[in-house]
Nanobody, 115 residues
Framework: QVQLVESGGGLVHAGGSLRLSCAAS????????MAWYRQAPGNEREWVAT???????AYVDAVKGRFTVSRDNAANTMYLQMNDLKPEDTAVYYC?????????WGQGTQVTVSS
């Protein structure tokens, strides 16, 4: 069974930076496709970024050039470096692990960006 724990959220002013972490326990991290999603109040959960087992990355247009997803397989951890944060980035950020046909979610971490 895979468990995911996000951390690193908080309150930051517009233009600031945060680094989110997603620590995974259980088997399969090295072959997992990992992703970040976010959900703002009143909105559906939306995809933010993906990193494959070979560290190929993809981003939603709204965060390109500002967010960077990375992973450390030795530490079973995925990261999301968020720079130049904007108020519209305010949301609960979730990590997701996809191992073959099994999908797992973390509990989320709140990111609030003040204007």
């Amino acid at each position: 069974q895979v468990q995911l724990v996000e951390s690193g959220g908080g309150l930051v002013h517009a233009g600031g930076s945060l680094r989110l972490s997603c620590a995974a326990s259980g088997p399969g991290f090295r072959i997992a496709i990992m992703a970040w999603y976010r959900q703002a109040p009143g909105n559906e959960r939306e995809w933010v970024a993906t990193i494959t087992s070979e560290s190929t990355t993809a981003y939603v247009d709204a965060v390109k050039g500002r967010f960077t997803v990375s992973r450390d397989n030795a530490a079973n951890t995925m990261y999301l470096q968020m720079n130049d944060l904007k108020p519209e980035d305010t949301a609960v950020y979730y990590c997701k692990s996809m191992i073959l046909r099994d999908h797992y979610w973390g509990q989320g971490t709140q990111v609030t960006v003040s204007s």
